[in-house]
């Protein structure tokens, strides 16, 4: 069965770093695109970046773009993300996840993710 692993999670500083990781197992991780998505307290999930299935499409929110950098290593079934200048407003926990389909792409709808990582939280406050 499909297995989401996220790790990397914390208590960070308004402007500090905090990398994630997903480790990913139970199918054909390179055929499929993978996604962040968040939920702050009292607001729905929202998805956040993904990745395409071979890394060479992404796609990001505003409220993330030019902080947020989602990468994967389909040699390790790993999708990364590596978030710099952290905010108040990142406060969530952060969920990796994959579609349902392997012809599901990356893209700013979010459709389609059916497989979902246990969540992590990472809290930005000084």
């Known amino acids: 069965q499909v297995q989401l692993v996220e790790s990397g999670g914390g208590l960070v500083q308004p402007g500090g770093s905090l990398r994630l990781s997903c480790e990913a197992s139970g199918f054909t991780f390179d055929d499929y695109t993978m996604g962040w998505f968040r939920q702050a307290p009292g607001k729905q999930r929202e998805g956040i970046v993904c990745i395409s299935k071979s890394g060479d499409s992404t796609y990001y929110a505003d409220s993330v773009k030019g902080r947020f950098t989602i990468s994967r290593d389909n040699s390790k079934n790993t999708v990364f993300l590596q978030m710099n200048n952290l905010k108040p407003e990142d406060t969530a926990i952060y969920y990796c996840?994959?579609?349902?389909?392997?012809?599901?792409?990356?893209?700013?709808?979010?459709?389609?993710?059916?497989?979902w990582g246990q969540g992590i939280q990472v809290t930005v406050s000084s």
């Open positions: 996840a994959t579609p349902e389909a392997p012809w599901y792409y990356c893209s700013g709808f979010f459709v389609g993710y059916d497989h």
